[in-house]
């Protein structure tokens, strides 16, 4: 069944390469919109076969490829990546069809937008250290040519510049892979969480650290960060929405899978450096995008901010504070995408995204009054508005690390109310006062516009009264493979608003956790 999700955007690409090259080119779009729907139906045949009980992975897969290095083609789903898988098939679908109908050379477009959801989907899926880091270097290629042929004027620089950010960050991960295997006197490199404990800590510790910034610079994380703004701006929209949506969750996924998973030993030594980093993430970005005057930008640089709430909850190592680090992933994808769809068609409607030229788009007559009306939920789910998916991520991050680390979570608290303050300058010079002149006699925004934006402003709404709806797949899970079930509490009233004998249980809980 998992390897149905790799190879069915395979043979999608496979097709779409044999069509005719002067093929209507909405044939190529439609044939890539058929695959990635059919990949989004298996996600939802996976997710109804997945055991919510079962911490273990699942629907597991597993065959002898090239034995004499240790690389098997081993698959396996559990709480940890499930959620990523969906998103991951939601998103590609939503990118391709809100993909421009005229797109130049599109039977090679869509083919790399297919190839890049089999990376993803494999890197997600992969139980064997060799095949996680083929799958992580195979997305890698659709993505710097989408940014390096469809993108924008300074696209070959932005291009370049993240393939060797990438580069690095994998060859800092497969050299961590390699040492682990070989130190610890492994046959194979599948994924076995107790072969680092016949390390020394301090060589636990030197593979960690290799690890930590290889994930770091996909996330990215500060200082780490300077290929994500130059890329987003250069990308066109669909690349942007893969890029924050997914592609960033992969750092984040391989710090909990193979970071926490494979040291936990040092990973309670690092953690204090960890949770600090976040502070400096969360700060830097927030800070950084109030100076923009680029609506991409500012979006591209709130991501750096928000997914430094991601590393305070890893770092803080709770089964609540890692419950929220997969939610907080989840509700980024979801809220990332629909900003970057928005500031798409408010570029393609005006030729513009300076902050100091637009004015006025939220006028009913002449504007664009419900592109403006999904902005301003976009943004406030963003920072972290109640009835909004964004609201309940970030308030269990908080949670679920202050009994660990209370200073770091109240400086990134202000990250919080940082974002309110560069969306407000965000909506407040694009959407509202009167009209400007590149915001006069725009061209009316049709349903194919509206409808991936409407989707993903849905399921932040949905999720945001309902997280319970997402969380119970990660659950048990994260309970028993990553934390302890003593400090991880049932999803029930109290969970999102306790009383205060709760609290004050839950938090002798965490304090006897973490001793």
């Not at 290799?210 to 500060?222: R, Y």
């Not at 995008?289 to 305070?312: F, N, R």
Request: hydrophobic fraction near 55%.
């Amino acid at each position: 069944m998992l390897s149905a999700l790799i190879w069915i955007p395979i043979l999608g690409a496979i097709i779409i390469g044999l069509l005719p090259r002067k093929a209507n080119p909405n044939s190529f779009r439609l044939g890539a919109i058929i695959a990635i729907a059919l990949s989004l139906g298996w996600t939802i045949v996976i997710v109804t076969q997945f055991d919510i009980t079962n911490p273990s992975l699942q629907l597991t897969e597993s065959l002898p490829w090239i034995d004499s290095i240790g690389l098997r083609y081993q698959l396996g789903v559990d709480g940890l990546s499930l959620p990523l898988l969906a998103l991951n098939s939601l998103l590609t679908w939503i990118a391709i069809y809100s993909s421009d109908k005229s797109v130049s050379r599109p039977r090679f477009y869509y083919i790399l937008l297919l190839l890049l959801n089999t990376g993803v989907v494999g890197a997600f899926l992969a139980d064997n250290l060799l095949l996680f880091f083929l799958f992580y270097e195979l997305e890698l290629i659709p993505l710097y040519l989408l940014i390096a042929i469809w993108g924008g004027e300074k696209r070959a620089y932005a291009a370049t510049k993240f393939l060797i950010y990438t580069a690095i960050s994998g060859i800092l991960i497969l050299a961590a892979f390699l040492g682990l295997t070989w130190l610890s006197g492994s046959t194979n490199f599948d994924y076995q969480p107790l072969l680092s404990q016949a390390l020394p800590v301090g060589q636990q510790l030197i593979l960690l650290g290799a690890i930590i910034i290889g994930f770091g610079i996909k996330i990215p994380l500060v200082p780490f960060h300077t290929w994500l703004p130059d890329a987003h701006v250069e990308a066109s929209t669909p690349v942007s929405v893969l890029l924050a949506g997914v592609l960033l969750k992969l750092g984040t996924y391989g710090i909990l899978r193979f970071g926490l998973g494979l040291f936990p030993e040092a990973w309670t030594v690092l953690a204090p450096i960890l949770a600090n980093w976040a502070v400096v993430s969360v700060l830097y970005g927030a800070f950084t995008a109030i100076a923009q005057t680029d609506m991409k930008k500012m979006v591209a640089y709130s991501s750096i901010a928000h997914m430094g709430y991601v590393l305070l909850a890893a770092a803080s190592a709770t089964s609540l504070s890692l419950l929220a680090a997969v939610f907080q992933m989840v509700s980024h994808g979801l809220i990332s995408a629909l900003l970057f769809l928005l500031v798409g068609v408010v570029y393609q409607k005006t030729g513009t995204r300076n902050l100091d030229t637009l004015r006025g788009l939220l006028n009913p007559e002449r504007g664009l009054p419900l592109i403006g009306s999904l902005m301003v939920l976009g943004v406030m789910a963003s920072s972290g508005i109640p009835g909004m998916v964004g609201f309940i991520s970030e308030f269990l991050v908080f949670r679920g690390s202050f009994a660990m680390f209370p200073t770091q979570t109240l400086l990134c608290m202000i990250g919080t109310g940082l974002t309110a303050v560069y969306f407000l300058l965000l909506v407040n010079r694009v959407f509202f006062g009167r009209l400007s002149t590149p915001a006069l006699n725009l061209p009316p925004v049709s349903w194919f516009d509206r409808t991936p934006a409407m989707i993903l402003a849905a399921a932040i709404v949905i999720f945001g009264l309902q997280p319970a709806w997402m969380l119970r797949w990660s659950e048990v899970t994260l309970l028993q493979r990553f934390g302890t079930e003593s400090s991880v509490p049932k999803l029930s009233a109290t969970t999102i608003i306790p009383t205060p004998t709760a609290i004050v249980s839950r938090h002798s809980t965490l304090n006897e956790y973490q001793r």
